[in-house]
């Protein structure tokens, strides 16, 4: 894709977005195609890249090249068993920086795709043109609307292997968009396109006349995503679980290190520790030196106005910090072979706690070929169940929020440290 700017391009480059999305799809669907079109349309492959996959197409005796290659290397080093359970793949205009986390296909591995959606603003689900919407599509996204992605889009692959049929596409279409709107995500863009041919997926297709939306590149350049903890109902104020208490040179410095999960901080704000205690933020310190303000995802140390009794696994929050609880329910995704049964006993891992908590009892587990719900006596892998959990000791726990910022955590088996599971907190003191 030519762009052309009379802005300096280091201008262009302080005022350029980055965007986290993430593709998924069933096998065969044509996602290696799909991100290798991408990755080549915008120019981002070097030129001795493509010419080895024009070449090794050529000798398979291929009309096109194949742009699958671009990414079969790590799909091959999955196939032998090497742990690269997502793989991330970065690409740029001159709107926005992308970062892509291309996850497996398979059934079994819905596991990574939780991993690859849990860190993204925009999901991309490929569909075969000629299968139309499957149990996979439905499953990925039904995870999509479990994390609190607000943007879907529906990429109908292999468009041209039915003749670009704008009737198939409309079936497809108005049966995706129903679905995805009965899981309450309102912003679906869906778009005919050939990865193998690039109908519409960097540049406008003359081949489908009878649409006139965006292309998938247009589409992730133009929609407006950043706006998670700010004007939501589920909006969280500031949030930073202390990692690791500080000491330097003598009893003058104690500094509290840890990364901004939500909101933001600036000198001078008072904040609120638990058990009815509070303080002010004399100082935001950097590994780039001293802030006046810092927000979501920066980690920093903050200094404050009064000593107070803070460790490791100690929330510092926003006047808005969340009450203690001791049982909480969630929705979870089996991360594990090995089962988990209702009355076990298991630890949490819940930002930078780490505490004893039991499964009180599975309440549903998701049908996701019917979308419904049914009664269960364990979660198995790749399971996504709703379930009651009670903690040791009180913690203040926040409902989950976009991209795993708060409300997340991790279930693991106490006696080998195994994860069992990933969960987002659903309701707080359930009856």
């Given at each position: 894709m030519t762009v052309t700017s009379t802005e300096p391009s280091s201008e262009i480059l302080q005022q350029r977005q980055t965007l986290h999305l993430c593709t998924a799809g069933s096998v065969d669907d044509g996602k290696s195609t799909f991100v290798g079109r991408l990755l080549h349309d915008t120019k981002s492959i070097l030129a001795d890249q493509l010419s080895a996959?024009?070449?090794?197409?050529?000798?398979?005796?291929?009309?096109?090249?194949?742009?699958?290659?671009?990414?079969?290397?790590?799909?091959?080093?999955?196939?032998?068993?090497?742990?690269?359970?997502?793989?991330?793949r970065y690409f740029s205009t001159a709107r926005r920086t992308f970062i892509l986390a291309d996850t497996p296909?398979?059934?079994?591995?819905?596991?990574?795709?939780?991993?690859?959606?849990?860190?993204?603003?925009?999901?991309?689900?490929l569909s075969d043109a000629r299968h139309g919407i499957v149990s996979q599509t439905k499953r990925h996204l039904a995870v999509a609307a479990l994390l609190g992605i607000k943007h879907v889009v529906l990429a109908v692959n292999k468009i041209d292997l039915v003749d670009y049929s704008a009737s198939i596409f409309e079936t497809?279409?108005?049966?995706?968009?129903?679905l995805a709107r009965s899981k309450g995500i309102t912003d679906v863009q869906v778009i005919p396109i050939s990865a193998l041919l690039g109908d519409n997926v960097v540049n406008p297709s003359e081949h489908t006349p009878w649409y006139d939306g965006p292309t998938v590149l247009g589409y992730l350049e133009e929609v407006e995503v950043h706006t998670q903890n700010t004007n939501s109902e589920n909006s969280t104020g500031f949030r930073f679980p202390i990692q690791y208490v500080i000491r330097e040179g003598s009893q003058d410095y104690r500094g509290y290190a840890g990364r901004i999960t939500s909101g933001e901080i600036a000198v001078g704000d008072s904040v609120d520790l638990g058990q009815e205690r509070s303080a002010t933020v004399t100082h935001i310190d950097s590994s780039d030196g001293a802030l006046n303000i810092a927000g979501v995802d920066e980690s920093v140390v903050l200094r404050l106005s009064a000593e107070n009794d803070l460790a490791r696994g100690d929330l510092i929050a926003a006047s808005d910090r969340p009450e203690d609880t001791t049982i909480f329910e969630a929705t979870i995704v089996?991360?594990?072979?090995?089962?988990?049964?209702?009355?076990?006993?298991?630890?949490?891992?819940?930002?930078?706690?780490?505490?004893?908590?039991?499964?009180?009892?599975?309440t549903s587990v998701l049908d996701i070929d019917t979308s419904t719900e049914h009664e269960a006596q364990t979660v198995e892998l790749n399971d996504i169940a709703t379930v009651k959990i009670q903690l040791?000791?009180?913690?203040?726990?926040?409902?989950?929020?976009?991209?795993?910022?708060?409300?997340s955590f991790l279930l693991i088996d106490p006696s080998d440290g195994n994860t069992l599971a990933a969960g987002m907190v659903s309701d707080l003191n359930p009856s």
């Open positions: 996959v024009e070449r090794t197409s050529r000798e398979r005796g291929l009309e096109h090249p194949d742009l699958s290659l671009l990414v079969d290397g790590l799909r091959a080093e999955r196939e032998q068993g090497i742990t690269i359970d997502v793989a991330y296909g398979h059934v079994q591995y819905t596991r990574n795709t939780v991993t690859g959606v849990s860190t993204s603003e925009v999901v991309v689900l497809i279409r108005d049966e995706f968009v129903e089996g991360l594990s072979e090995q089962s988990l049964r209702a009355k076990s006993k298991l630890k949490i891992r819940y930002g930078t706690s780490l505490l004893q908590a039991r499964l009180v009892g599975i040791a000791q009180p913690l203040p726990i926040d409902l989950y929020n976009a991209q795993g910022r708060v409300g």
